[in-house]
């Protein structure tokens, strides 16, 4: 990738981000040939930062990385357009991207969260972490289990402890958020399909 470092005083280029799966534009930050390296070593994205001139992987302090998926040059090789999994919120304001919506922190980040989570497990070692020894076992087992919990949710749903529901209900939620990820696909696919066959 043959960027054109050189086109700025300072050696700096833009770098758009933008969420793999939403297609949200993020943030915005700059980059050197340092910070490309280091997003491609680290799989987070990594800028330079002028106010603190240094390289600043984005998350280090907050724990909101953004784990890399892929890096694109556009027709003049001066802007980058980086596609990335956000943990968490982006903006330091607590929004989801930084042009949020009068920064009002999104009701759903935690969604968003674990959904990254659970595809940054899998590809990671079954010995890992619970997440990634189900994705080693197959789209069979995965299935099986969204089944069990969702009987079991079934069975609290009858009874009246409603802790025990609530347990389950996150059970399923969770596994059903597995399954997805093992097809290909995220929350959001699901919820664009419900507002089309919404009516208002």
Same mark, same amino acid.
């Not at 949200?24 to 040939?33: A, D, E, H």
């Not at 603190?52 to 001066?78: H, P, Q, V």
């Not at 999994?85 to 903006?91: F, H, K, M, T, W």
């Not at 989801?96 to 070692?125: Q, Y």
């Given at each position: 990738?043959?960027? $054109? ?12 981000? #933008? ?9 915005? &930050? /700059?980059?050197?040939?340092?910070? !490309? ?7 987070? !994205?990594? /800028? ?19 784990? $890399? ?18 943990? &968490?919120?982006?903006?330091?304001? &607590? ?39 189900? /994705?080693?076992? &197959?789209?069979?087992?995965?299935? #099986? ?19 025990? /529901? ?9 596994? $059903? ?24």
């Amino acid at each position: 990738m043959n960027i $054109y470092f050189s086109k700025y005083a300072d050696g700096l280029v833009p770098a758009i981000v #933008q969420d793999v799966n939403t297609k949200s534009v993020l943030m915005l &930050g /700059f980059m050197n040939q340092e910070a !490309v390296d280091a997003t491609l070593s680290l799989k987070k !994205v990594t /800028f330079f930062s002028r106010s603190k001139n240094r390289l600043w992987t984005k998350g280090e302090e907050s724990g909101n990385f953004l784990n $890399y998926i892929s890096m694109a040059l556009d027709c003049d090789n001066d802007t980058l357009l980086i596609q990335a999994n956000p943990v &968490g919120p982006v903006c330091h304001n &607590g929004t989801d991207t930084c042009w949020g919506s009068d920064n009002i922190p999104s009701s759903n980040n935690f969604l968003t969260t674990l959904e990254a989570v659970i595809a940054e497990r899998k590809s990671a070692s079954p010995d890992s972490s619970y997440v990634a020894s189900l /994705f080693a076992k &197959g789209i069979n087992k995965i299935a #099986q289990k969204v089944g069990e919990e969702a009987v079991e949710m079934v069975i609290e749903a009858k009874d009246s402890n409603e802790k025990l /529901f609530l347990d389950e209900s996150a059970d399923l939620l969770f596994h $059903y958020l597995i399954l997805l990820q093992s097809k290909g696909y995220t929350l959001k696919d699901v919820v664009n399909i419900l507002e089309k066959r919404h009516k208002p």
